[in-house]
Nanobody, 111 residues
Framework: VQLVESGGGLVQPGGSLRLSCLVS????????MNWHRQAPGKERELVSR????????YIADPVKGRFTVSRDNAKSTVYLQMDNLKPEDTAVYYC?????WGQGTQVTVSS
């Protein structure tokens, strides 16, 4: 199983980024997908989960109304659209399926 995140980078407060996670080695359309993040000095936390039907079943309170998770089963890809980014969103973002993790992508929000 491989998960490859992309789309991170440096963005100013109030800006947007879209993260992508390409998944291989599993039947993607039958898998719930998760986005996590880990800020410096903090524990890794769950940001969002999307089920096999494309429904958002979890979104963390700090990102509600700003982040949106979606999936494209034809492309075996899950997305995290992040809008109105804040400095406290700075973290390494990971996607996960079951016990399998991607390598992470750095998101830095700074002026």
């Amino acid at each position: 199983v491989q998960l490859v995140e992309s789309g991170g980078g440096l963005v100013q407060p109030g800006g947007s980024l879209r993260l992508s996670c390409l998944v291989s080695g599993i039947t993607f359309r039958y898998s719930d997908m998760n986005w996590h993040r880990q800020a410096p000095g903090k524990e890794r936390e769950l940001v969002s989960r999307i089920n096999i039907y494309g429904e958002t079943v979890y979104i963390a309170d700090p990102v509600k109304g700003r982040f949106t998770v979606s999936r494209d089963n034809a492309k075996s890809t899950v997305y995290l659209q992040m809008d109105n980014l804040k400095p406290e969103d700075t973290a390494v973002y990971y996607c996960r399926v079951g016990e399998h993790w991607g390598q992470g992508t750095q998101v830095t929000v700074s002026s």
